[in-house]
């Protein structure tokens, strides 16, 4: 490495210059100037995988006929970089025809429709449909619907391999991997076993849904309930463990109707099973408890908050009375926020008078 | 000129390939003693001196490949030779792996000593079972000789094994950051490159990549001297080469020739090739495997099949595959084959390659069938371009120079053929 050159790299980019750090890759030094790339297969966060080729750019006088992948490129002193030359959009509709050559396009009855990367460029470069029309569509692993919450259609499938990246280096689970060659190439659990059987070790945590650029993967709520147009965002806390995952609440028509991962501080877009799928139906539930129910003669009844507050008190000073205040345990519910857990364990301890306190997200 | 065997010397004179003895008694063992009398930047500049180019098929000087490995502080330092030879119409490594495979062992050894590595691998493919029993028996036979295993010459921290690896038919593993992820026990797919292989190799540690025929020119360097090695071929390109001579010539097999030598001899002298078989005039020849270019006879008139001279006429050497094809074959429908053969081979990762193969090959097809229309020709050429600037490895890279060459060359043929 040349010790003179100093630790920072000049280079030029749209013709805007831009200093940024040795190693840089082009595509960080193209975010850093607000320039967004198109890109199939990267992953924030994972290594590059340079696999869909559609974040190249033209460098000139470089290598590789001088379109090499930003994805994988670093920076180097004096380059001078083209995002949108005519050459980068011709080699950009080469991929992209390519890859519509071997998609089903039924975009109407498809849950990604208006959230799917693929349409979003094919449109944005004016690619309609493929220029091959004929042609052997290899088959891309066997359609999966096994799975509860979202089902497998590998006729949408781009092999970008996120869904397998994903698995493998941010859920740390490695159900996915990538069987056969070539053309025949296609992503599937060891053994082609189907994503809903335990033994296939998938854990339904949808982090492949969240990170499908296409509808190759998709949630069976999307495709029954919404498409992302009909639906606005609200960015909260997952109700459920301790973690305090962030994830956008999707609303359509006033109801709740799924979840999108958000970039929060302590899940970096990930979430688990209860948070991508089991966070938000119960809101609507029809059995879902609303007014407080008291027991009387074996039947539960509705009641007001002060009769069933009053109860409770009367009933916890009686078995404290007769047995002591170690006599009662109170065990709070993780879907309650940090300040209600609090006021809890003090109510505990303070007002009865016990350490037997404890939480469910600690078991 | 005619033949010269230097790297074939033992060939055939041996009646077991792998004993030790026998091979001592032919010269061999002699390099690495020579060698260990040697500094090592001395055995350094003897590689550089040879000019010796990688045999494998990008013709990538060996001694700056050894030089960026020498210099890089980094330890411990692997060797590993590449022997997955699957190159179609390439069948020269396989004579070296069968009958002398001491050879390739030696020049490993050598490496190894240089280096100052412990440890060698070789990927053998899967194919070549039998030989691949061979090649463990020779290594057994050097490892009870003394010349593998530890203090090798009785030297203090020569400790030096070799390890055989089978390959499992993927032609993309002949790449060499492919075949380092097969050796690690990955599914052999292309690493992203930079960084070189020297710098980040096998379990990311530094690592020489060379080829079987690479390998065995190395006791050869140090036997002659290195530039002696490269007075017998040419400026740009020391030694010999072996060269695959099949399709349509009357003696198909496996031949050692000076660098330099015309190619009009290799195809016509009796000793070599002895002129095509169907008694045809030429049609056109494919150098160097599927991913090299086809020349054509009226481009070659006084050619020397040296690298410069074939880069020259926008040729190849590449694993030396010499193809003939007399003038009955149909170029489309031979270039179609080379396409099958990619389509198959293509490993699935970046779409150009994966996809790119398949269409280019349906349009090739289309040819065939005489559907082509004038739009299909123009297509033909942007996809060309396309899939080469955008494909990640070098298969990708190459798939498209067979047909460049023959569409350059023979485009009446092509358009004959349009509907």
Redesign the interface.
């Known amino acids: 490495m040349n010790e003179k050159t100093g630790n920072t790299i000049k280079l030029t980019i749209d013709g805007r210059s831009c200093e940024v750090e040795r190693g840089t890759k082009l595509m960080q030094a193209c975010e850093s100037l607000g320039i967004e790339l198109p890109t199939l297969c990267y992953l924030k966060g994972v290594a590059?995988?340079?696999?869909?080729?559609m974040c190249?750019v033209e460098v000139e006088g470089g290598r590789?006929?001088?379109?090499p992948?930003a994805c994988?490129e670093?920076c180097a002193e004096g380059m001078v970089v083209h995002t949108r030359s005519e050459r980068v959009v011709?080699?950009r509709r080469?991929?992209l025809d390519?890859?519509l050559?071997?998609h089903v396009q039924t975009c109407f009855s498809c849950a990604r429709n208006g959230s799917c990367k693929l349409q979003d460029y094919c449109l944005e470069y004016g690619v309609e449909k493929s220029?091959?029309p004929?042609?052997?569509h290899?088959h891309l692993g066997l359609a999966d619907d096994s799975n509860p919450f979202y089902e497998f259609n590998p006729e949408k499938c781009?092999?970008c391999?996120r869904c397998a990246r994903t698995c493998a280096e941010l859920q740390g689970r490695e159900v996915l991997s990538?069987s056969?060659?070539?053309?025949?190439?296609f992503v599937s659990p060891a053994y082609d076993l189907p994503r809903g059987e335990e033994a296939s070790r998938c854990e339904s945590c949808g982090n492949c849904v969240s990170n499908c650029p296409t509808g190759a993967l998709s949630s069976k709520d999307q495709k029954k309930h919404y498409r992302a147009y009909e639906v606005s965002k609200t960015r909260t806390t997952c109700p459920h463990c301790a973690v305090g995952c962030q994830f956008d609440l999707l609303v359509k028509n006033g109801r709740v109707v799924g979840v999108d991962p958000a970039d929060g501080p302590t899940n970096g877009g990930l979430l688990c099973v209860k948070g991508k799928f089991g966070s938000y139906k119960f809101i609507h539930a029809s059995d879902r408890l609303k007014k407080p129910l008291i027991k009387r003669e074996g039947k539960f009844e509705e009641a007001s908050w002060d009769e069933a507050l009053d109860l409770v008190a009367e009933k916890l000073s009686l078995i404290k009375k007769e047995h002591g205040a170690d006599a009662i345990a109170g065990f709070s519910c993780s879907r309650s926020p940090n300040e209600d857990n609090y006021l809890f364990q003090k109510m505990m301890r303070a007002a009865v008078g016990t350490n037997n306190v404890d939480n469910c997200a600690r078991v | 000129m005619a033949e010269k065997r230097i790297l074939l010397k033992r060939v055939g004179k041996m009646t077991d390939p792998a004993s030790v003895e026998e091979y001592e008694a032919l010269g061999g063992f002699a390099s690495i003693k020579k060698a260990v009398q040697m500094e090592k930047e001395e055995i350094l500049q003897q590689v550089d001196d040879a000019m010796l180019r990688g045999r494998g098929g990008a013709a990538y000087p060996a001694g700056r490949k050894w030089n960026h490995l020498y210099y890089n502080d980094t330890w411990p330092k692997f060797i590993v030779c590449n022997a997955d030879e699957g190159e179609p119409g390439t069948f020269k490594d396989k004579v070296l792996l069968s009958k002398d495979p001491l050879a390739i062992i030696e020049g490993m050894l050598i490496a190894g000593y240089l280096f100052g590595s412990h440890e060698g691998f070789i990927y053998i493919r899967g194919e070549y079972h039998e030989i691949q029993q061979v090649f463990l028996k020779a290594i057994e036979n050097a490892t009870k000789a003394g010349y593998l295993g530890e203090k090798i010459l009785g030297i203090e921290g020569f400790d030096y094994t070799i390890t055989m690896v089978s390959g499992a038919g993927a032609y993309v593993c002949g790449e060499n950051s492919a075949l380092l992820n097969s050796v690690e026990g990955k599914t052999g797919r292309p690493r992203i490159k930079p960084p070189h292989l020297a710098d980040v190799g096998l379990f990311k540690k530094p690592t020489l990549v060379n080829n079987v025929e690479s390998f065995a020119c190395i006791p050869v360097i140090m036997e002659m001297g290195g530039l002696a090695f490269r007075e017998i071929g040419t400026e740009d390109g020391g030694g010999t080469k072996l060269v695959c001579l099949s399709g349509h010539v009357k003696n198909r097999g496996v031949y050692e020739v000076p660098l330099g030598t015309p190619l009009q001899e290799i195809l016509y002298s009796e000793e070599l090739g002895g002129g095509l078989s169907t008694g045809r005039p030429l049609g056109f020849i494919h150098f160097g495997g599927q991913s090299g270019p086809l020349g054509f006879p009226e481009k070659m008139e006084g050619m020397l099949y040296s690298y410069q001279d074939l880069w020259d006429h926008g040729l190849a050497i590449g694993s030396g595959a010499i193809v003939v094809m007399d003038d009955s074959v149909n170029v489309v429908d031979y270039l179609e084959n080379v396409m099958g053969f990619f389509v198959h081979e293509s490993c699935g990762k970046c779409t150009p390659c994966r996809l790119g193969t398949l269409r280019l090959r349906e349009l090739l097809q289309r040819f065939q069938k005489g559907y082509a229309k004038a739009e299909d020709m123009q297509r033909l050429e942007s996809m060309l371009t396309h899939i080469t600037n955008l494909s990640a490895c070098g298969l990708g890279q190459s798939v498209s120079v067979s047909v460049k060459s023959g569409l350059g060359n023979r485009r009446q043929v092509f358009e004959a053929m349009m509907g």
């Open positions: 590059p995988d340079g696999s869909c080729r190249v590789k006929g001088g379109l992948t994988t670093e011709e080699a080469f991929v390519l890859l050559s071997n220029s091959y004929v042609g052997k290899p781009i092999m391999r990538i056969q060659r070539g053309a025949q190439t």
